[in-house]
């Protein structure tokens, strides 16, 4: 069964360096979200792409945050500078169409922890 | 700001018995609801989905939507130890562009005893 998939499982970083997230969705999907979630906290949406464009993004998402679809598979989460409360888990998700009754399918998830 | 409210739980029932899990929703025009299983340190797994007022079935698991009481629940019978996890409600929010975004309430989590 198709699934998401992301790497890496788990990143360590020191506050203020740059971290990729990366994000392979199911192969004929054409809708891509991140979203993060902390530490018994509820998962937020951060953003949806799709066409090569951002669709939407929530306040989380400032200008330390950009994604990617550097080439035909891969969809990545940039943070520029990361701060101590950036530490969270961040999902990846795909849908197929978009629609409103269309489903996302999460990825496992990469745990972020900023020193 | 649009909400999705559940309680935190946890609920306990013992095996063999139903679980209901409940959750309510601040937008009215929102039009998709869905239910999504959570393992801790694990990302959400789809359980159920529904649209329609009514009831949906699939297995042990019945989602209930009541759009005018802004209400959605899940009913899990025959409750397994297995089943113990956090149950996610998300509610994809009317975007004008027609795309999804989902809407996550705190989670309920539950314990299922043998």
């Known amino acids: 069964e198709p699934e998401v998939t992301q790497t890496p499982s788990h990143q360590v970083t020191q506050m203020g360096q740059e971290v990729i997230l990366r994000c392979v969705p199911i192969?004929?999907?054409?809708?891509f979200y991140w979203y993060r979630q902390i530490l018994g906290q509820k998962v937020e949406f951060l953003v949806s792409f799709y066409n090569n464009e951002i669709s939407e993004k929530s306040e989380i998402f400032d200008d330390q945050f950009s994604v990617e679809r550097p080439d035909g598979s891969n969809f990545t989460l940039k943070i520029r500078s990361t701060k101590l409360e950036d530490s969270a888990m961040y999902f990846c998700a795909s849908s197929a169409v978009g629609h409103s009754t269309d489903t996302q399918y999460f990825g496992p998830g990469t745990r972020l922890t900023v020193l | 700001q649009k909400e999705v409210e559940q309680n935190s739980g946890p609920l306990s029932v013992p095996e063999g018995a139903i679980a209901s899990l409940n959750c309510t929703y601040s937008d009215r025009v929102s039009q998709s609801f869905f239910w999504y299983r959570q393992y801790s340190g694990k990302s959400p797994e789809l359980i159920m989905s529904i649209y329609s007022n009514g009831d949906k079935e699939d297995g042990r698991f019945t989602a209930q939507l009541n759009k005018a009481s802004q209400y959605v629940s899940l009913l899990i019978r025959d409750s397994q130890p297995s089943d113990s996890a956090t149950y996610l409600c998300a509610v994809n929010t009317a975007m004008n562009t027609g795309f999804q975004k989902l809407v996550f309430g705190t989670g309920t989590r539950l314990l299922v005893s043998p």
């Open positions: 192969s004929n999907h054409l809708y």
